[in-house]
């Protein structure tokens, strides 16, 4: 069970709508998913078009008229996806909290009755580093970051990872933290040169998904649904699906010992020469002269665009040689943030979000 919060101390990042459709992605792909919306402004709340009399307000307080249990709060928003709700009340805990023993353990405490009921629990924290933060952190054992591609959030987020790290030594508490590129406008060179500054200074730390700038994000919103209620086949929707799918993918269900991607992948370095043999290399290039970066992108690298996956330029030409297993395999070229089937392959295969992926087959 892993319980994520999502935070940034800069408004304007994405936050809550990365734990809105975060939530909602993991609960589509199977698993129990508990939202928590833990800022007093209550954005998730009214995001998912909640209007709830008790808030997690009437949980942490010792004062509140409408007194209640965690489970007495908790509403069902689709199969696998549940929310608990905020108000703006939440502002007055810290002051009524201030001088109570193990203040920081609050929602740690509270989780404890239905930890175990879920798989991911996500917690929407407000954009600061006060008392409710911190608990979040002290309830959590990861923190995921979204982070813009403008330079004043780089620097933001390298000072509150510092301050998460500070946290974490007082409570005697480790949190394993995550940076996510949100926001992201594949439309100017500015953005790819934050991008690359971003993975420079946090290297494996960053998401290998980049939840790009969409307009259906905030329609969603507005709807008061989640994107993928709102409409699956939209670049938003795509995005957060694939962000759950690594996530997912990132973890075994060893207790007490997260694998991430790096290590599934210094595992498939130990193959032997023979196990090789299985495999078969395939070129892939696609001709985009303009283009600043292209990736190829399937079913054989989780869709993810990494530097394994990205082409080389050669005389406008991106090219890649990757190993393949035996079998059919799915893809897509990603240039300049645009998804593409392969213009040279006719064989294609219709994906969930109603597109066509370009199919290749190794004998």
Not at 248 to 273: A, C, D, L, W, Y
Request: proline share 3%; hydrophobic share 40%.
């Amino acid at each position: 069970m892993e319980i994520a919060a999502v935070c940034n101390q800069k408004g304007g990042t994405g936050k809550t709508t990365t734990a809105i459709n975060l939530s909602a992605a993991l609960a589509m792909n199977g698993k129990k998913v508990l939202l928590i919306d833990f800022d007093p402004q209550a954005h998730a709340t009214m995001g998912l078009n909640i209007d709830n009399k008790r808030s997690i307000y009437d949980v942490l307080s010792k004062i509140s008229k409408n007194k209640c249990r965690l489970k007495d709060i908790i509403v069902e928003l689709d199969k696998n996806f549940y929310l608990v709700p905020s108000s703006i009340i939440l502002s007055t805990i810290e002051q009524e909290l201030s001088d109570e023993i193990g203040r920081e353990c609050r929602l740690s405490d509270v989780l404890a009755e239905v930890s175990s009921e879920y798989d991911y629990i996500l917690i929407d924290c407000p954009p600061n580093l006060g008392l409710l933060t911190i608990n979040a952190l002290r309830a959590a054992n990861s923190a995921i970051i979204p982070v813009e591609a403008s330079r004043f959030s780089v620097d933001g987020v390298a000072r509150l990872i510092e301050i998460i790290d500070l946290i974490c030594e007082r409570l005697s508490h480790k949190v394993d933290y995550r940076v996510l590129v949100s926001i992201f406008d594949s439309r100017l060179r500015h953005s790819f040169d934050i991008l690359r500054r971003i993975q420079n200074n946090f290297k494996e730390k960053v998401f290998s998904t980049i939840i790009h700038i969409n307009v259906k994000l905030k329609e969603s919103q507005a709807a008061g649904k989640s994107v993928l209620d709102y409409d699956k086949y939209c670049r938003g929707a795509k995005d957060y699906f694939t962000l759950s799918r690594e996530i997912i993918s990132g973890q075994r269900n060893i207790p007490g010992k997260q694998v991430t991607m790096e290590k599934i992948s210094e595992e498939f370095k130990k193959v032997t020469h023979s196990k090789l043999k299985e495999f078969g290399m395939v070129t892939f290039s696609v001709s985009a002269p303009a283009a600043h970066s292209v990736f190829v992108v399937g079913d054989f690298n989780n869709w993810s665009m990494d530097e394994k996956s990205m082409l080389e330029k050669r005389d406008g030409i991106w090219i890649r040689k990757i190993p393949l297993s035996k079998g059919s395999h799915q893809y897509r070229f990603v240039v300049d943030g645009q998804w593409l089937n392969d213009p040279r392959n006719p064989h294609t295969a219709p994906n969930p979000y109603g597109e066509l992926n370009s199919v290749v087959d190794i004998k």
